[in-house]
C-alpha cells in the first residue's frame, strides 16, 4: 500500500491551476529515433522511429523559473499508449550530460482516445536532486518504432492543490473508498437474504408492495424506505415505515404522492425487522426499485425502430449537405449530445423555461433547449430514430460529483444529496416530457445513453479514482433514475450503459478504468437484486488500434468470452455474451446499438480509403445477421483537425473551399449502399483487399464461440 501511495505522489494528473507556468520548447535538432511535425493546433505530432525514441525541451524563459516550478506536465493523445517513459534533466541544453544519475522513471502512458493531462514530480522523483537551474528535460518515449503520439501544453509549473496531498491523506482517502467499496460489495453479493419483496408496482396514485413472509421466526418485520439518493448498503440510511408487522402473503398500498408533492416513484423499499431498542434495525432483503411502471407511464408511445441498421453519430445541421448527405447516405438513426450543465446554467437576462417536478419549480435555459428542439424535430421530421447521450460537464455545478477530478471530461452524475438528485431527475424527466410528447412538436428521443464510455471514467465519466463497486453503485443508481423518468413519459424507452471495445482486458489502474465485460456482469446482478428494468447497452466497437483501419488484422479480438477487445472481427462474442438467460430482459435479448465507431484514413491515399470502404462492408457482412445488434452509428461525419489527428470521418477535413469537406470515396459509396439492392455489386471489389471469396467467410457462429469459451 505504501509503495501504491508513493506512486501515487509521483505521477498525478493535472489539474487546472498552473501558477509559475513556465512553457517548454522543443529543440528539433536534438530528436533521437523520432519524426516530430507541428499540428493545425500548434500540438506535436510524434511518430517513434527506432529503439530509442527521445525528445528534448527547455524553457522558454530567458530569466529562469521558479523553485515551485517542479512538475514537469503536458496533456496527450495516444490511442494505443506507451509502455513507459523515461525523464532525464540538465542544466544545459548545448552540453545536457544526460546520465541514469539525473533521470526519473516516468510510469505508462495509458491509451488515451481523447487529450489526456499527464505529470510527474520532479522533486519527489528525484529524492530532491531536481533543482530549478534543471530546466532542460529529456523524454525518452518507450522502446518500440511506430508508436504515434501527440503533445500540447509541455511546461514546468507549481503543484496543484491535488497534488500537493501528502500520501497520509491521499491514504486515508483511499481506505474510506476501499471500505465503502467492501460495503457495497457484501451487499450486492449477499447469497442467503432471508426475504425478499417479489414486486413493487407504480399505479397513477399509489405505490403496490406484495410479497410472501417466508420465515414467520423473524418477528416485527417492517418496509424500511429509501429516497434515491440513499444507499442501502449504508446503515444509516432509510426510514423505517410506521405501520402494522407484516405476516404470511402480504400487499401494502402507500400513497404515490406525499403532502410536499414529492413523488415516491424512484424510492427503494426492503424488508427490515426492528431490534427490542427500538433505535437500530436489520435488514431481512435487499432493496428494490419499481419493478412494474406500466400502469405509471402518461402516455401511450410506440417502440420507434430504425428503418435499417446504418445510423450517424452527433448529427447536427450543416448547411448545404444536411439533406443530400442523410438521404444518400441512408440514415436511419442518430445520437445527440445533451451537456446536461448547459440546460441549468442561466444568465442574468437568460431567457427561461419552468418545469414542475417533485413540487419543486425549475429553470432551464430556453436558447440551450430550443437548439436542441430544432436539432431533434429536424432528425424526427426525416425519420431518424434518436438517441441522446446524457453528459454532466465540469462546470454543471451541482451535478458534478463531488469526487470529480478534473483529468475528466465529463463528471459522473451527483447523486449524493437529495438536492442533487433532485436536480439531476428533474432535468432528465424535462427531456423526456419535451421530447415524447404525442404531436412530435419537438421531436422524440427513443434511447436514453446514460453518458459517454463509462468503462473509462476517469476520461470520460470521472468520478476520482473509485474502486469499481462503488463507481458501478453509483453508475447503475443513474441509469435507474433515467429510467424511472424516462418511462414516466415514454413506455417503451430504453437506458443504455456506454461501453469502449476494451471488453475483458486489465486496466492499468484499477481506479481509473474498468472491463466493460465486469460492468455488463454488474448490471446482471443489480438486476437480480434489486430488480429487473430494460438497460441496453451502447457499444464503440473500434478497431483494435484506431489508427489502424483494417478490423479484420486485429490480432486481441478472438472469439472467446474473455477476449481482451471486441472490435467488428469479433462482434459476434458480444451477441453471443448477452445471449445468456442471466442477462434476458423477460426471455428475450437486451437492444445493442453500436453507437459510435469508425475508420481512420491516415492520410487520403487510394489505399487508405479503400481501407476504409473494406471495412464498411466488412462491418455490415459482420453485424446484419445479429438481430440484437439494432444500429450502427458511424463516427463521424466530417473529419475533426481537433481530434488528436484522426481522420474518421465520411467527408474530408474541412477547408476554405469545402467548408464540409469532400466524400470520402468509395466508402461514401459504399455506406450508401448498404441494405439497398445495390450493396452486393458495390462491396463485391473489397472482398480482395481483406482476402475472402464470400462474405460468409467472415461470419462467426455462436456455437463456435461457446465452444471456445475458456
Given at each position: ?23 517548454l ?17 500548434n ?48 542544466k544545459?541544453?548545448k ?10 522513471e ?8 481523447a ?27 518507450g ?17 496543484t492543490?491535488?497534488e ?11 481506505a ?11 451487499y ?36 424500511i424506505e ?22 404470511g ?18 424510492n427503494?423499499?426492503a ?19 419499481a ?6 407511464a ?9 428503418a ?7 448529427i447536427t445541421?450543416?448547411?448545404g ?23 441549468i446554467?442561466?444568465?442574468?437576462n ?21 437548439q ?26 451541482l ?55 463509462v ?36 413506455p ?15 486496466p492499468?489502474?484499477?481506479?481509473k ?36 483501419p ?12 474473455d ?29 445493442i ?5 469508425g ?58 473551399e ?7 470515396e468509395?466508402a ?15 462491396t ?5 483487399v ?5 462474405w460468409?467467410?467472415?461470419q462467426?457462429?455462436?456455437?463456435t464461440?461457446?465452444?471456445n469459451?475458456?
Amino acid at each position: 500500500m505504501k509503495k501504491l501511495f508513493y506512486l501515487i505522489s509521483l505521477l498525478l494528473l493535472a489539474s487546472h491551476g498552473l501558477n509559475a507556468a513556465s512553457p517548454l520548447r522543443i529543440d528539433f535538432s536534438k530528436n533521437v529515433d523520432v519524426t516530430v511535425e507541428r499540428t493545425a493546433d500548434n500540438a506535436l505530432q510524434i511518430t517513434t522511429t527506432g529503439n530509442d525514441p527521445q525528445i528534448v525541451l527547455s524553457s522558454t524563459r530567458s530569466t529562469g523559473i521558479s523553485e515551485d516550478s517542479h512538475i514537469l506536465a503536458f496533456e496527450y493523445f495516444c490511442p494505443d499508449g506507451v509502455d513507459f517513459l523515461e525523464v532525464f534533466y540538465s542544466k544545459s541544453l548545448k552540453k545536457p550530460n544526460w546520465s541514469q544519475s539525473r533521470q526519473l522513471e516516468g510510469g505508462a502512458l495509458p491509451k488515451a482516445e481523447a487529450w489526456q493531462p499527464y505529470s510527474i514530480n520532479l522533486k519527489t522523483g528525484t529524492k530532491g536532486k531536481w533543482t530549478a537551474k534543471d530546466d532542460v528535460i529529456r523524454i525518452d518515449i518507450g522502446r518500440r518504432p511506430g508508436t504515434q503520439i501527440q503533445m500540447r501544453n509541455l511546461q514546468l509549473r507549481a503543484p496543484t492543490q491535488e497534488e500537493q496531498m501528502n500520501a497520509a491523506e491521499a491514504e486515508a482517502i483511499q481506505a474510506r473508498k476501499l471500505a465503502t467499496a467492501k460495503s457495497i460489495e457484501a451487499y450486492l453479493h449477499k447469497e442467503n437474504w432471508p426475504e425478499r419483496i417479489a414486486n413493487v408496482s407504480v399505479q397513477s396514485q399509489q405505490i403496490v408492495l406484495s410479497g410472501t413472509i417466508q420465515n414467520s421466526s423473524h418477528r416485527s418485520i417492517h418496509l424500511i424506505e429509501y429516497l434515491p439518493h440513499e444507499d442501502p448498503w449504508n446503515s444509516t440510511h432509510g426510514t423505517l415505515l410506521n405501520m402494522e408487522p407484516l405476516t404470511g402473503k402480504y400487499e401494502v398500498h402507500l400513497p404515490r404522492f406525499q403532502a410536499d408533492g414529492r413523488d415516491r416513484i424512484a424510492n427503494r423499499y426492503a424488508l427490515a425487522q426492528a431490534q427490542p431498542n427500538g433505535e437500530t434495525t436489520t435488514l431481512l432483503s435487499p432493496a428494490v426499485w419499481a419493478t412494474d411502471l406500466s400502469a405509471a407511464a402518461e402516455r401511450d408511445i410506440p417502440r420507434l425502430r430504425p428503418a435499417n441498421k446504418k445510423g450517424l453519430g452527433g448529427i447536427t445541421y450543416k448547411e448545404g449537405i444536411y439533406h443530400d448527405d442523410l438521404g444518400d447516405l441512408g440514415i436511419t438513426a442518430s445520437t445527440v449530445n445533451i451537456e446536461l450543465g448547459n440546460l441549468i446554467n442561466l444568465g442574468p437576462n437568460a431567457e427561461i423555461i419552468e418545469y414542475t417536478h417533485q413540487g419543486k419549480l425549475w429553470k432551464f435555459n430556453a436558447a440551450a433547449v430550443h437548439q436542441h428542439d430544432k436539432n431533434i424535430r429536424q432528425l424526427t421530421d426525416m425519420g431518424i430514430v434518436t438517441s441522446a447521450i446524457l453528459l454532466v460537464g465540469k462546470h454543471a455545478g451541482l451535478l458534478v460529483h463531488p469526487d470529480y477530478q478534473s483529468a475528466g471530461i465529463y463528471s459522473m452524475a451527483n447523486l449524493t444529496t437529495e438536492a442533487s438528485s433532485d436536480l439531476y431527475r428533474a432535468i432528465v424527466s424535462f427531456l423526456a416530457e419535451r421530447y415524447s410528447r404525442p404531436d412530435k412538436k419537438h421531436g422524440w428521443i427513443t434511447h436514453w445513453i446514460v453518458f459517454n464510455e463509462v468503462d473509462y471514467g476517469w476520461i470520460w465519466t470521472n468520478m476520482g479514482e473509485t474502486p469499481m463497486a462503488t463507481y458501478m453503485d453509483t453508475y447503475e443508481k443513474a441509469m435507474r433514475l433515467t429510467y424511472i423518468e424516462a418511462r414516466r413519459f415514454n413506455p417503451t424507452a430504453e437506458v443504455f450503459i456506454s461501453l469502449t471495445h476494451h471488453w475483458n482486458y486489465s486496466p492499468a489502474d484499477k481506479f481509473k478504468a474498468y472491463p466493460p465485460r465486469a460492468l455488463l456482469d454488474r448490471l446482471a446482478d443489480y438486476s437480480t437484486v434489486s430488480g429487473d428494468y430494460q438497460w441496453a447497452i451502447a457499444y464503440h466497437p473500434y478497431p483494435q488500434s484506431l489508427l489502424k483501419p483494417r478490423t479484420w488484422e486485429d490480432t486481441k479480438a478472438t472469439n472467446h468470452f474473455d477476449s481482451p477487445m471486441i472490435t467488428p472481427k469479433n462482434i459476434e462474442v458480444l451477441d453471443a455474451y448477452l445471449s445468456q438467460d442471466r442477462f434476458l430482459y423477460k426471455k428475450n435479448k437486451r437492444t445493442i446499438v453500436l453507437s459510435e465507431q469508425g475508420y481512420h484514413t491516415p492520410d487520403y491515399s487510394q489505399k487508405s480509403m479503400k481501407d476504409k470502404a473494406a471495412a464498411i462492408a466488412y462491418t455490415w457482412a459482420k453485424i446484419m445477421p445479429l438481430d440484437s445488434i439494432e444500429s450502427f452509428h458511424y463516427h463521424r461525419w466530417v473529419d475533426h483537425p481537433m481530434e488528436g489527428g484522426l481522420k474518421v470521418g465520411l467527408r474530408t477535413l474541412p477547408s476554405k473551399e469545402h467548408p464540409f469537406g469532400i466524400r470520402k470515396e468509395p466508402a461514401f459509396s459504399v455506406y450508401s449502399a448498404l441494405e439497398t439492392p445495390a450493396e452486393a455489386s458495390t462491396t463485391a471489389p473489397f472482398k480482395s483487399v481483406i482476402g475472402i471469396d464470400d462474405w460468409t467467410e467472415v461470419q462467426v457462429s455462436k456455437d463456435t464461440i461457446k465452444a471456445n469459451q475458456y
